[in-house]
Each structure stands twice: as C-alpha cells, then as structure tokens.
C-alpha cells in the first residue's frame, strides 16, 4: 500500500466515525456541544414530577406550564397536562384540573386514534369541530397524522400508561 | 463541484458539513439513483443542499427517531429566504399546515406527473402557485426559518413523499447534493 492509498483510507475511517456518531439518535451529546433538546424536556418533566410528590404544587403548575411552552421537535407537547391537571386538584382548585385534564383526555385520544383531527383529509382537511380550540392546536396539524394512524409499539406502551395514570388523576380531581 | 459551497449550512460545522457530503455520495451510489428514472420521472433537490446532519432537536434523515415516532421523511438543509424548488414535475395540489397551532410555518403538496405525492414544508408558499402546473427545479416558495420554533436547529426544509399510498424514502428520489 502506497502513501496515498494509506492516507485515503485513514481519511475514510475518521468520516465513517464522525458520521456514525452523528446520525445515532441515541447519542446524548450533540455535536454542536448543545443540551439535547428531548433530554432537557424528560428531565424537567421529571423534576416537576418530583416537585408534586414534595407538594410544592405552586412550583409544580409552574413547571409544567413552561413545559407546555416548549415545542418539542416535530411531536405534539401533551403529556405536561396531565400532571399539570393533578398538581391544581392537589393544589385544591379541582376546578382548573378539571378543565385541563379533560383537555388532556381530548388529547390522548388523539394520540390513540380514538378521536380524529379531521373530519375529512383528501383532498382538502377539514377539521373535527368537536374537538375544543386548545386540543386541536396541540395535537392536530399535517406533521402529526401518520403518527396517530401508525402508532409504534412503544407510542402505545406510553398511550397506555398515561390511560392508567389519567384514571388516577381523575380520582384525584372528583 | 465545489465542496466548500456546503460548509457553513450545517449547524455542526464547516467540517461537518464537507464530511457529511462527501460521505453522503459514498453511501448513495448511483445504482439507487437509477429509481429517480422510473417512469421517466426527475427529482430535484429542493434546496440544492445536504441531507441535515443531527443537532439537539435530532437527525434529518429517513426514519430517524422522534419521541412521536420515525421521521417520516428526509430533511434538506436550507437557508431562510432562499428559494425552494419542487422536486418533481406535477401539480401543485394544496397548501399544507404542519402544525395546526403554529401558523407562522407551511408547506405544498405536490402530485407528480408519475404518481408521487410530496410534501414539502418550511416553506412559504408562491402566490397562486397552487393549481399550477410545476416542473422539477421551478421556485414553489421561500424556506422559513425554523430557528423561531426550534431554537438551534439546523435550518431545512422537511420532504415527505408517499407512491401507492406507502411512505418513501425521498433520499432514493432526490439527491442530497446539488
């Protein structure tokens, strides 16, 4: 092996590596050295978990709130409702939790195909009127709609956990 | 062609960017290409601009993770303002709205003469271009810049393409290089 086949393949062998460690999804770090941006959600989705076991309610609605103010990248920001809606009951303004845990009903049944954004998609959308101002806009737009028909075993595993969680909620706000 | 014309798209770098194309021509040989000509139809890069590499929002390619589910379709790295281009000749068929709570970030659809329907978003449509007839590399809109939603993510316009009803890989249509 000549010099210049030696230096083409050890130029090969750093591109594949560098490309390699970028395309992995699971990779924490990013390249840019920027914070994971689906990690910093799940971890201030756990903090404000934590925040309602230590019944700082007040801090926990505040969490959560900024939570459901982050767009996550191309996937709808539901889930903070749910514990938003438990953070008010416990608070004692079961009233509010109410309100929102019925918004986050509207939006799991979207998540689980139980409900439908659109009244019709071809050619044109027309959307489901039924479906309140608030769960639409969270959950509905053109992006989504395949991941609501074609749901992956672990959106399913997750859907069914937030039903079982939601039951318990609800308890919590009667 | 001039590898230096992809540096600085790629929110990772200059270098990043150089590697990421020229390791995109090795992994893509020309034998995947040849689909592009069947049916006779040509794809073109909308943006003339790489496949997105990965940044803290995720990866631009096919099937790449989200938390809702796998990408479903390939991104290509664009600058806001610069002029998108329909990938295949057909019909510009409806305005399409990612996110119904965010109007401020659209896109087209467009049904190619040879049975593809695409999606492309990001992008600001023409005026009175839906209805019209388009070819290949004809100006269909304006990239957005997707800075505003996503903080730090690499600008690009988002290519979703469907044939029989069945979700495609656009990067086996249409070339990550100019």
């Known amino acids: 092996m000549n010099r210049l086949q030696w230096l083409t393949a050890a130029v090969f062998l750093f591109t594949a ?147 079982r969680e939601y039951a318990g909620v609800k308890a919590a706000c009667e | 062609m001039d590898v230096t014309s992809h540096e600085g798209r790629f929110a990772n770098g200059a270098v990043t960017g150089a590697f990421a194309y020229a390791f995109g021509r090795m992994a893509e040989p020309e034998a995947e290409f040849a689909q592009m000509q069947a049916g006779g139809e040509d794809f073109v890069n909308p943006t003339e601009g790489g496949l997105r590499g990965c940044d803290r929002h995720g990866c631009g390619g ?20 610069q002029v998108v281009q329909s990938p295949v000749d057909g019909v510009v068929l409806r305005v399409s709205n990612p996110y119904a709570g965010d109007s401020r970030y659209s896109g087209l659809v467009v049904n190619s003469a040879g049975g593809h329907q ?4 990001y992008i600001s449509p023409n005026a009175g271009v839906v209805g019209t007839t ?25 290519v979703r393409m469907h044939y029989g009803g069945q979700s495609v890989n656009p990067t086996t249509r249409i070339p990550t290089w100019p």
Request: one cysteine or more.
């Open chain 1, 17 to 163: 590596t560098a490309c390699s460690a970028q395309e992995s999804p699971s990779s924490l770090s990013t390249p840019d050295g920027e914070p994971d941006a689906s990690r910093l959600y799940a971890e201030k989705l756990r903090e404000g978990k934590k925040l309602l076991e230590q019944k700082r309610f007040a801090d926990a609605i505040k969490r959560f709130q900024q939570l459901l103010q982050t767009p996550l990248h191309e996937t709808p920001n539901y889930e903070p409702n749910l514990y938003l809606a438990q953070a008010y009951c416990l608070s004692g303004d079961k009233k509010r939790g109410r309100e929102v845990l019925s918004e986050f009903d509207c939006m799991l049944r979207i998540r689980n195909g139980e409900t439908l954004c659109y009244k019709q998609e071809m050619p044109d959308l027309i959307p489901n009127e039924a479906i309140s101002k608030a769960c639409f806009e969270t959950m509905c737009g053109e992006m989504y709609l395949d991941y609501y028909k074609n749901p992956t075993d672990d959106q399913k595993r997750i859907a069914a956990g937030l039903r």
């Open chain 2, 62 to 81: 096919y099937g790449a993770s989200r938390a809702a589910g796998p990408h479903d379709g390939a991104d290509y790295v664009s600058s806001p303002g």
């Open chain 2, 118 to 121: 695409v999606t492309v978003w």
């Open chain 2, 134 to 158: 388009v070819y290949a590399g004809q100006g269909i809109g304006i990239a957005q810049n997707l800075g505003m939603r996503y903080s730090g993510i690499t600008n690009h316009v988002h």
